[in-house]
């Protein structure tokens, strides 16, 4: 006799909850031919519409589940290569307003949003302040790019040196953005997933004191702690510090002692033998190691961080890798691994020869231009 009743229940809660609309219109200036599109973080359309003379528009549809999506603006007439815009989606009317050649900045998004609203806040203060150097990154990353192959090592090296100015300047400028947005809204409950899209790890002095600011219960999130415990590893791998002991043993069995490096440079590789781009990265190493200056001048440390010794040694056999190796087959619990802040293979630091870091998790195609400024210099 029960049964209906409960029925009823369920049927008078499913009632009292709002499903979520979402309705679209947009102003694309000076587009005559594009595409407006929102997708999933997992790069699954949900919704999408034809720009035409610039105006675009989506009637009311369900929004399944409100949270952070991906937005695009893209002008058939003009492509480019911006990165899409990081969304917040829930229930209302979201009014988009671009403008042909400016799709690099975050568009005007008008919405009933709060979340939305203090996304807005913050990209468009780093979009104001970054509009140069973001510039330069784009046209810099397309020389190097399309003219990679005939550029002569001088003139590779000289591109890449602006293309890290003005990245550094990017990653300056978000810092410098973040705070004042921070100013703006004291009590964001999005400030830490905000700070988790900036590149902190490029500045960890500086983002671990800024997140040290953040709302406690920023801080104290999943996500915040997360967060904190890296940039409080990060703040002792910067530029200056001195560099993490490296615990393992040669192939020989005998213990790796870090005093039998004598040369001006050394890099460190952390690879693992089933890692495919690790192991072909040894070819760049090969090739640097051709070069007599930094034969001379450069030691290459390579630390492993497989589990198994057989791996590890048909690995060196395999691809012939004659520099110093050292391992001590714990993987992933090795404690170089939380030493050194591995989190990806291959990774790969600069340090003098008195073990300080000069560049710490440099890019493999980076190591031959920071090798031959540093040898210029000493």
Avoid at 23 to 48: P, Q, R, S
Avoid at 108 to 117: A, F, L, V, Y
Avoid at 128 to 138: G, I, P
Avoid at 237 to 245: H, M, N, Q, R, S
Wanted: proline share 4%; net charge neutral; hydrophobic share 35%.
């Amino acid at each position: 006799m029960k049964f209906p009743y409960i029925i009823i229940l369920g049927l008078l809660i499913t009632g009292c909850t709002k499903q979520a609309h979402i309705e679209f219109t947009g102003t694309a200036t000076g587009i005559k031919h594009g595409v407006f599109i929102v997708k999933t973080l997992g790069d699954n359309a949900i919704f999408g519409e034809n720009i035409k003379d610039g105006k675009f528009s989506i009637a009311k549809k369900i929004l399944n589940h409100p949270g952070y999506y991906k937005m695009n603006i893209t002008d058939a007439d003009n492509p480019d290569e911006h990165n899409p815009y990081e969304v917040y989606l829930e229930d209302g009317t979201y009014a988009i307003e671009a403008e042909a050649g400016k799709l690099y900045k975050y568009p005007k998004i008008t919405s009933p949003s709060k979340i939305q609203e203090q996304l807005s806040a913050f990209y468009s203060l780093a979009d104001n302040m970054s509009v140069e150097a973001m510039k330069q990154v784009k046209q810099i990353s397309k020389e190097l790019k399309d003219k990679y192959a005939g550029l002569s090592p001088d003139a590779y090296n000289n591109l890449l040196g602006k293309l890290q100015q003005n990245e550094a300047k990017i990653r300056d400028v978000d810092a410098i953005a973040f705070k004042q947005f921070l100013k703006q809204y004291p009590q964001s409950e999005i400030s830490i997933h905000i700070l988790s899209k900036l590149n902190y790890e490029g500045d960890p002095v500086n983002y671990y004191i800024i997140f040290k600011t953040l709302p406690l219960a920023a801080q104290n999130s999943e996500e915040g702690q997360e967060i904190g415990n890296k940039l409080s590893r990060l703040i002792n791998l910067v530029t200056g510090k001195k560099a993490p002991a490296i615990a393992g043993n040669t192939p020989d069995g005998k213990p790796f002692d870090a005093k039998s490096i004598n040369k001006k440079l050394i890099v460190i590789d952390f690879w693992r033998a089933g890692n495919e781009l690790s192991r072909k990265n040894h070819d760049q190493v090969k090739s640097l190691l051709a070069q007599s200056e930094v034969l001379k001048n450069v030691a290459f440390i390579s630390v492993s961080l497989d589990s198994k010794a057989d791996w590890w040694t048909t690995a060196l056999k395999d691809d012939q890798l004659t520099w110093t190796q050292v391992s001590d087959l714990k993987g992933d619990d090795s404690p170089n691994a939380a030493n050194w802040n591995i989190t990806e293979i291959p990774t790969y630091y600069l340090l003098d020869g008195q073990w300080n870091i000069v560049v710490p998790n440099i890019g493999i195609k980076n190591i031959d231009f920071e090798v031959s400024e540093y040898l210029k210099k000493h």
